[in-house]
T-cell receptor, first 113, second 112 residues
Framework: DAGVIQSPRHEVTEMGQEVTLRCKPISGHDYLFWYRQTMMRGLELLIYFNNNVPIDDSGMPEDRFSAKMPNASFSTLKIQPSEPRDSAVYFC???????????FGPGTRLTVL | KQEVTQIPAALSVPEGENLVLNCSFTDSAIYNLQWFRQDPGKGLTSLLLIQSSQREQTSGRLNASLDKSSGRSTLYIAASQPGDSATYLCAVRDSGNTPLVFGKGTRLSVIA
């Protein structure tokens, strides 16, 4: 299995631009999680899905952030408009019921200038 | 609300030393606890998963223990090597289908 796949790996954009981050979970995993990691706040959960349905989005910082999971093999996290304080590494992770081990993607390093 | 704390935030040891990383959590009614390793610029790799009914798990030179009643877990690394240098994160899950809550990690440097 290829593991959790994220794209792009690096994104540099200017304030005000729209940013879309993409994630492909491990096949057969029905839970998908989006996290944000910064030096100050550590790893924070933004939103998670079960069977493509958003379960808890209370971690989404504000309305500028949105996430979708149109099918079991693809999810997006969109920031519109982006701001410099959104600069962070964004991780996607997936898991399946049972052991509940989460598998993380390599992350997308976002820099908003 | 569950909170996870890891102490120390950073640790530097000479090669060959045995070391212990600490993790504490505020709500002892957890479902399981997981230790991860993160290399610079990389994602998280799961090291050990301890179910709430277990006291410890071992993998090679790593041993993780869990004391639910006191809200603590330790990760023991035997005979440390420079390749062990990374950030180690502890995370707990409160129930079977809830997300992990992470600590901020301990950054380990093993000096050759």
């Amino acid at each position: 299995d290829a593991g959790v796949i994220q794209s792009p790996r690096h994104e540099v954009t200017e304030m005000g631009q729209e940013v879309t981050l993409r994630c492909k979970p491990i096949s057969g995993h029905d839970y998908l999680f989006w996290y944000r990691q910064t030096m100050m706040r550590g790893l924070e959960l933004l939103i998670y899905f079960n069977n493509n349905v958003p379960i808890d989005d209370s971690g989404m910082p504000e309305d500028r952030f949105s996430a979708k999971m149109p099918n079991a093999s693809f999810s997006t996290l969109k920031i519109q408009p982006s701001e410099p304080r959104d600069s962070a590494v964004y991780f996607c992770a997936s898991s399946r019921p049972g052991l509940w081990t989460q598998y993380f993607g390599p992350g997308t390093r976002l820099t908003v200038l | 609300k569950q909170e996870v704390t890891q102490i120390p935030a950073a640790l530097s040891v000479p090669e060959g030393e045995n070391l212990v990383l600490n993790c504490s959590f505020t709500d002892s009614a957890i479902y399981n606890l997981q230790w991860f390793r993160q290399d610079p610029g990389k994602g998280l790799t799961s090291l050990l998963l301890i179910q709430s009914s277990q006291r410890e798990q071992t993998s090679g030179r790593l041993n993780a223990s869990l004391d639910k009643s006191s809200g603590r877990s330790t990760l023991y690394i035997a005979a440390s090597q420079p390749g062990d240098s990374a950030t180690y994160l502890c995370a707990v899950r409160d129930s079977g289908n809830t997300p992990l809550v992470f600590g901020k990690g301990t950054r380990l440097s093993v000096i050759a």
